[in-house]
């Protein structure tokens, strides 16, 4: 199904919000956390066992985002990328309208 | 307009980071990411301040919450050798000791039947009075001291030196020291 070209649009500018799992290479965990925090949007934390980092990626748009997952499988020290969360597409308009249950009303 | 409201992306972003961290606790048992949040100020003007925990002598390390000269949350200090950022449930929830209301603030004696309020001094003199009274009919190991689990270090030495050095007894104890007990 095609999306008309006005709600293609709002979705495109939905500013995507993802969290994921990093699974870094061995001994690379304090190295690959400061690399993926000097990435522009991109808020990483690493475990204090040092064995994984949670990453949070706030981007301007789904392209931004994707561009972002690509410079990500790109970094060696990565071993596994396992999403987490994504924010889901904001409700449309009409879709924040209170539904009347009409067997409900008196 | 309250201070502490976040935004609605700051809030999507620390539930994706939340999401992220229960995953991983599930896939990692133990898996801790204390450093996030650990940022003074973090949340407007909340201030994360250290402190050791006052409800037994473990001596874990907490961080409290402080907004507006009031403490409102307590977690585990991650730089604590102790107890490196867990804490119990009481030492979780021990803010709420602070703002209890039935906390006794100020000296009380019972006097025919209901407890009134009465000057510090007035009390003292009266648990002098019945200690020297007890002591002088029953001796010296009649009487015991038995402190709170939020004394200081120097409130337990003093208490040591009252009891043994100057009354002559052993029977001194703390919650400080019996753990499980619950801290008056």
């Known amino acids: ?106 | 307009m309250n201070s502490n409201l976040i935004t609605r992306r700051e809030f999507m972003k620390k539930t994706a980071f939340a999401s992220a961290v229960a995953t991983a606790a599930s896939l990692t048992p133990g898996v801790t990411f204390a450093s996030w949040g650990r940022v003074d100020g973090d949340t407007n003007d909340l201030q994360w301040k250290k402190t050791p925990c006052r409800f037994c002598g473990v001596g874990c390390g907490l961080l409290v919450g402080v907004t507006q000269g009031r403490a409102v949350a307590a977690k585990g200090d991650p730089d604590s050798p102790v107890n490196k950022v867990l804490c119990c449930a009481k030492g979780y929830h021990s803010v709420l000791a602070l703002y209890g209301k039935d906390r006794i603030k100020k000296a009380m004696i019972r006097k025919n039947g209901a407890l009134i309020e009465v000057p510090m001094s007035e009390a003292l003199d009266l648990v002098a009075s019945k200690m020297k009274e007890t002591i002088d009919q029953y001796g010296k190991d009649a009487v015991a001291f038995y402190g709170s689990g939020q004394w200081t270090i120097p409130d337990g030495y003093v208490a040591s030196k009252l009891m043994k050095g100057a009354i002559g007894t052993n029977n001194l104890e703390a919650t400080t020291r019996v753990y499980a007990w619950p801290a008056p």
């Open chain 1, 1 to 106: 199904m095609s999306l008309n070209p006005e709600t293609a649009q709002r979705r495109e500018h939905k500013m995507p919000i993802c969290s994921y799992i990093v699974y870094p290479q061995a001994g690379q965990c304090v190295p690959l956390t400061t690399r993926l925090n000097a990435l522009t949007g991109c808020d990483a934390t690493a475990a204090e066992n040092r064995e994984l980092i949670v990453l949070v990626t706030e981007t301007n748009s789904q392209a931004e985002e994707k561009e972002l997952q690509a410079t990500l499988a790109r970094i060696p020290d990565i071993q596994c990328l396992a999403m987490t969360f994504e924010q889901v597409t904001p409700p449309e308009p009409e879709m924040l309208k209170p539904k009347m249950n009409k067997e409900l009303l008196p």
